[in-house]
């Protein structure tokens, strides 16, 4: 995907990319508890750069593992100590967009998302996505359309397309949904 490809719907990719949310502190030596927003342990590679959202401090991963729990524990330049770690609770980590990492042939970056049409199976027109909530199971796809919105899980039995070239998802509603 190339940062252009949706230009026609007037989205273009963002310079930096959220890739994790510091949940906590792990253990004494200052490691993080985040929780990964795409991916594994594995995107975590030393030497990464991730900057602090918030003021834009630049962090270099040092270590990274998978924690109990889906989160990732990282170890990063800087923070040995949890009183520093604590400091980082509820920040976002960002990588620059071409840091970003592949993305599977099912898988998209939320702001590809955002400003798609919505349309469906028989061409009918649904509405815009507005927004993605994330969720446990899959993340939520939030579609506006005649002054109310309606939202559907991002899973196969309701998005059956997604055309990011030209901006287009192919959504199956159900009977009685308000389309």
């Known amino acids: 995907m190339t940062d252009t490809a949706r230009e026609g719907a007037g989205v273009a990719a963002p310079a930096t990319l959220r890739a994790a949310l510091v949940r906590g502190v792990h253990g004494v030596q200052g490691e993080l508890r985040v929780e990964p927003l795409g991916g594994d342990a594995a995107r975590f590679r030393a030497g990464m750069r991730l900057r602090v959202e918030e003021g834009g401090r630049e962090l270099r991963v040092r270590a990274a ?6 989160s990732v524990l990282l170890s990063v330049g ?3 100590t949890p009183e520093q770690a604590k400091e980082l609770r509820g920040a976002y980590l960002c990588v620059d967009a071409v840091a970003a ?24 027109p649904l509405g815009t ?9 899959a993340d939520i796809l939030v579609i506006a359309a005649r002054g109310t919105q309606v939202r559907y ?10 055309d990011t070239e030209h901006g287009v998802m192919t959504i199956a509603p159900q009977p009685e949904d308000p389309v």
């Open 65 to 70: 593992r998978a924690g109990r729990d889906g």
């Open 78 to 80: 800087g923070i040995d």
């Open 101 to 124: 990492r592949p993305l599977d042939e099912d898988e998209w970056f939320v702001w590809q998302l955002i400003g798609m049409r919505c349309v469906s199976v028989d061409g009918a």
């Open 129 to 137: 996505i507005v927004d993605v909530e994330p969720a446990p199971a």
């Open 153 to 162: 899980p991002m899973v196969r039995e309701f998005v059956r397309g997604v």
